[in-house]
């Protein structure tokens, strides 16, 4: 069966500090990967999507990059963190062109 | 571009039947979806109709898509308290990236 982590659960880092978030899918090759965001009170916001390894496409201008160096991993970046950069960040996978996108249990982060 | 909205917050009564509303814009959606959201936890697909389809019923669950005015809404009946949550509406089309458009969630909550 497929699984999808991401690490870490709860992140607390200081304003202008660099992050590394990491998405990791199990049980499924060659998956569509997304980066989602959720502030406080508000909706899903889709950051990033890749269809394959190395292919990255953003949604929103923003201070934040994502990479996928291998199949089945997919990492959210940022050389300096905002404050406004606080949220809930969720990963999800979905299988081609599969209707049903799968959600990691997300990752919190919050900047000081 | 492709939006989708929903009223933010709904109280019902325990037992009685919920209706969450949606409206989409995207007249090419091949699905839309109902996800929820438990607190602290990434989201869960709950249900999901395609676009040809008028109306699905899924044990409590029901969902009705008027493709006209663009309104897919949903049901469910005898809510309980372990419904409370957030619910996101969706809509998504048939594509290699198949991306998702999330609306902002309503949030649920019970009353005895």
């Known amino acids: 069966s497929q699984t999808i982590h991401q690490w870490p659960a709860t992140l607390v880092q200081p304003v202008g500090s660099p992050l590394s978030l990491e998405c990791t899918v199990e049980g499924t090759s060659n998956p569509n990967l997304y980066w989602y965001r959720q502030a406080a009170g508000r909706g899903l916001q889709l950051l990033f999507y890749?269809?394959?390894?190395?292919?990255i496409s953003s949604e929103v201008p923003q201070n934040l990059s994502a990479s996928r160096p291998q199949d089945r991993q997919f990492i959210l970046s940022s050389k300096k963190l905002l404050l406004s950069d606080s949220g809930f960040y969720l990963c999800a996978w979905t299988a081609g062109t599969s209707y049903e996108q799968f959600f990691g249990p997300g990752t919190r982060l919050t900047v000081l | 571009g492709e939006d989708v909205e929903q009223s933010l917050f709904l109280s019902v009564r325990e037992g009685d039947s919920s209706v969450i509303n949606c409206t989409y814009t995207?007249?090419?959606?091949?699905?839309l979806y109902w996800y929820k959201q438990e607190p602290g936890a990434g989201l869960q697909l709950l249900t999901y109709?395609?676009?040809?389809?008028d109306m699905k019923q899924d044990q409590r669950l029901t969902v009705l898509l008027n493709k006209k005015d663009k309104h897919l809404s949903l049901r469910i009946a005898d809510t309980q308290t372990g419904d409370s949550a957030i619910y996101f509406c969706a809509e998504g089309e048939e594509s290699s990236a198949s991306k998702i458009i999330f609306g902002s969630g309503t949030r649920l909550s019970i009353r005895p």
């Open positions: 995207d007249s090419s959606s091949t699905y």
């Open positions: 109709i395609f676009s040809n389809m």
């Open positions: 890749s269809v394959g390894i190395g292919q």
